[in-house]
């Protein structure tokens, strides 16, 4: 089965952003065995998390709405930030995908959220540090996300908010939340 996904994920994919996948997964599967939660969903979960990256953001738009997804405000400026939610729409109707924590975790890849599992933070993580990744302070994170999990996604979060700040963007609700989550039950 995950063979099939592979392929399928190649063709549907920029070769970078195929790269970043294989990336997403390998990392996750090293987190999922640190931390004791099942591999084969990270691994599952690494390599669709993007599937749809390559969206348009009228058909991004156009599944969210679909999906319930309030679409007026942030994510008409920024339809971008729909593909994880997207990208768990097409999980289940193209990769035939049922696990609701792979699913989720594809969801909520892009901004965190509230309540986030084991998978979740591993996702959200290894998207942030897979090996074909460069920033400034990405070692650090990557140190720590090794070490702490929460205190990664503290670093993390930080982070994307700094840098949605300094590009004048809107900070997404659910960005907030994961913040307020991590802060308010780990620290
Ligand atoms: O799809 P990837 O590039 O692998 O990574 P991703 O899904 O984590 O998306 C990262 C982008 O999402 C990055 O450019 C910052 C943006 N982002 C995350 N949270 C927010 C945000 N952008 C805005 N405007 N507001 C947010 O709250
Ligand atoms: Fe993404
Ligand atoms: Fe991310
Ligand atoms: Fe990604």
Do not use: W
């Amino acid at each position: 089965m995950i063979n099939d996904i592979t392929e399928k994920l190649k063709a549907m994919l920029s070769p970078k952003r195929y790269m970043h996948s294989l990336g997403v997964r390998d990392t996750a599967v090293k987190l999922a065995k640190l931390y004791g939660t099942d591999e084969d969903k990270a691994a599952i979960a690494g390599l669709i998390h993007d599937c749809a990256k390559g969206l348009s953001d009228e058909l991004l738009l156009k599944i969210a709405r679909e999906i319930g997804i309030e679409t007026q405000g942030i994510y008409e400026k920024q339809p971008e930030l729909l593909h994880g939610p997207a990208g768990t729409y097409m999980a289940k109707k193209d990769f035939k995908i049922e696990d609701e924590e792979i699913l989720h975790s594809i969801m909520c890849h892009t901004t965190g959220c509230e309540n986030m599992s084991l998978l979740d933070k591993i996702i959200y993580i290894a998207d942030y540090i897979e090996p074909n990744r460069s920033f400034p302070g990405l070692e650090e994170l990557r140190k720590a996300a090794f070490r702490d999990i929460d205190e990664a996604m503290l670093l993390a979060l930080d982070n994307t908010i700094k840098h949605v700040i300094n590009k004048k963007q809107m900070i997404d609700i659910q960005t907030i939340k994961a913040r307020n989550y991590i802060l308010y039950n780990y620290f």
